[in-house]
């Protein structure tokens, strides 16, 4: 089913929006993750797909009709909520073919589609237990279950792997992704953890303080971030940001940064009414390498150093910024060591600091730039 949101509004009060004039298209099929900090209005725009709340204004359309005035009943929803709520006194069994109950199904067919949904997650031998018998990933299975049940056009995860341990949240990362390629059904799902939505979803709106910020594919928004929000937000470990001044003149761009001046031709850049311009430059973890090979340089003290098995992550102080970057396990680095870190241009990111918005058009290639490097 295919889900358009068109210039939704919503507030719980006259002072402000929770929901500002959003906009979104979750195409049939689509597995969408709505991605942002708490209170950045998520899983209010969940709710009203759901029906349990009403846009104050906007409308929300099912397969080009609009669904405003219809019933969470009548919407074909499946629901897997944060807390899985299940009915503690009920079996598995029992918990999966409620809804079919709800619907009148006659219990042979509703059992007998209650057990292919428990096979379907891995739940077949548990099916007298009771909720209170289940590890949590056994119980956000059986939600999960009692969700698909019913065959809804639309599946909705609301922070489905927020009470799981790391091994779980895995185990059912993989598991509802294959669910829901199996199925081939639109779900949506609201989280606050980047990674989650990362390896989940197809596309990822990334929402803050009640707007939609960047709506793409997780690589796009990975490698494009739209503005210094997004930049920040996606990644793990996050992006280095440090503070530089870009200039322009004759048509060619000019970046101070720390004792580095670096010119190149400005293709790649937005163009600005401003000569001058104090940008954050923003620079993955991965992408910065010990030397000084690249164009961008930068000097700083090992503060922290912590393995991860197959690399460290190097914490360096620079100046009054802390930049993180990926070492070798076996390099000998160690707290207080001086070390020289630079990174290639074609990898660094551009941000106004007034606006936040990135100075760069899109994801350039490095033999489109003339670069001419002064030290």
């Known amino acids: 089913m295919k889900i358009e949101l068109k210039n939704i509004c919503k507030s719980f009060d006259k002072k402000s929006n929770t929901i500002n004039n959003l906009n979104l298209t979750i195409e049939d099929g689509e597995f969408v993750a709505l991605l942002g900090p708490s209170g950045c ?10 029906g349990i709340y009403k846009p104050n204004s906007g409308e929300i359309y099912f397969d080009n009709q609009p669904v405003n005035d219809l019933e969470p009943k009548d919407r074909n929803i499946g629901m897997v909520f944060q807390s899985y709520a299940l009915y503690p006194h009920m079996t598995v069994l029992d918990n999966i073919a409620f809804p079919l109950k709800q619907q009148r199904v006659a219990k042979e067919e509703r059992m007998e589609r209650a057990k ?11 099916l007298d237990r009771k909720p209170s018998e289940l590890s949590g990933g056994q119980q956000q299975r059986v939600a999960l279950a009692r969700a698909i049940v019913k065959k809804p056009a639309v599946l909705l995860l609301d922070e489905p792997l927020s009470n799981l341990d790391a091994r779980l949240k895995i185990e059912m990362r993989e598991e509802i992704s294959r669910i829901q ?13 980047q990674e989650e939505a990362m390896t989940m979803a197809d596309r990822i709106a990334v929402m803050k303080e009640g707007q939609l910020i960047q709506y793409s594919t997780p690589m796009d928004l990975y490698s494009q971030p739209k503005n210094y929000f997004v930049a920040q937000f996606i990644g793990t470990p996050p992006m280095n940001f440090l503070e530089g001044r870009l200039s322009k003149s004759m048509g060619k761009y000019q970046l101070q940064l720390n004792d580095t001046t670096i010119e190149w031709d400005g293709e790649f850049l937005h163009e600005s009414d401003r000569n001058t311009l104090d940008v954050s430059v923003g620079i993955r973890p991965h992408d910065l390498k010990l030397g000084h090979h690249g164009d961008i340089r930068i000097e700083g ?15 360096v102080k620079v100046g009054s910024t802390q930049v993180r970057f990926f070492s070798e396990p076996n390099s000998k680095m160690k707290r207080g060591s001086k070390v020289q870190l630079s990174a290639a241009i074609e990898s660094i990111h551009l941000f106004d600091r007034v606006t936040g918005e990135s100075l760069r058009k899109e994801r350039f290639q490095g033999q489109d730039l003339e670069l001419a490097r002064r030290s």
């Open 41 to 50: 209005g998520k899983s209010t725009t969940m709710l009203m797909i759901a």
């Open 116 to 126: 292919q949904a428990a096979e379907m997650v891995q739940l077949g031998h548990l």
């Open 181 to 193: 390629k199996e199925l081939g059904i639109t779900t949506i799902m609201v989280t606050h953890d």
């Open 301 to 315: 003290v090992v503060s922290l150093v912590e393995p991860i098995g197959h690399s460290q992550l190097v914490n």
